[in-house]
């Protein structure tokens, strides 16, 4: 077997390996309004499913109610968060009505698996935001989030949500 025989046969391999570990990543399917499955290639979507832990999330556009730049204020009650999330569910967003704010378990399962962005888009705003607030089980006059960049909880007033539909572990 000469040189060019085994650098082809190792670039075949090298391209399966490269290919198994994309799929085996890869676990994210784009969902239209009704939540239906849309092609990787789909230039608009309403939802991202997370095949592994069968959450739905929140696409945040670049305008509208969803919109990647809009932050909310957090307060004892929460009001205008949880007016967001009325609206959520009152839209059937993806065909699903039980959006809420996740857990911090949740988001960070998901911010450690990789926020690709072919499903969730470019996730910094306008405004450089790194952070999203997560449920609490206390009520509390600050909010708690979620730096995905720095992967560290913050205690703040303000920040961006993404919320989730689906089970809650």
């Known amino acids: 077997m000469s040189r060019l025989d085994i650098l082809g046969e190792m670039n075949t391999i090298l391209g399966q390996i490269e290919r198994t570990l994309y799929e085996n990543r890869r676990h994210f399917a784009k969902l239209n309004t009704k939540g ?17 832990t069968g959450l739905v999330w929140e696409y945040k556009s670049t305008t509208g109610k969803h919109e990647r730049n809009r932050q909310f204020v957090w307060s004892a009650n929460h009001q205008e968060i949880e007016g967001h999330i009325q609206e959520t569910n009152e839209e059937n967003l993806a065909g699903c009505q039980d959006w809420r704010l996740p857990n911090l378990e949740e988001l960070q399962i998901l911010v450690a698996s990789g926020l690709d962005r072919r499903y969730f888009g470019p996730m910094v705003g306008a405004d450089g935001f790194t952070s999203l607030f997560v449920a609490q089980q206390e009520p509390s006059e600050i909010g708690q989030a979620l730096d995905w960049e720095e992967e560290i909880v913050l205690f703040v007033e303000k920040a961006h949500v993404m919320l989730c539909s689906g089970h809650k572990s």
Do not use: G, R
Request: proline share 0%.
């Open 36 to 52: 239906e499955i849309l092609s990787d290639q789909a230039q608009e979507w309403a939802a991202i499913l997370d095949d592994k």
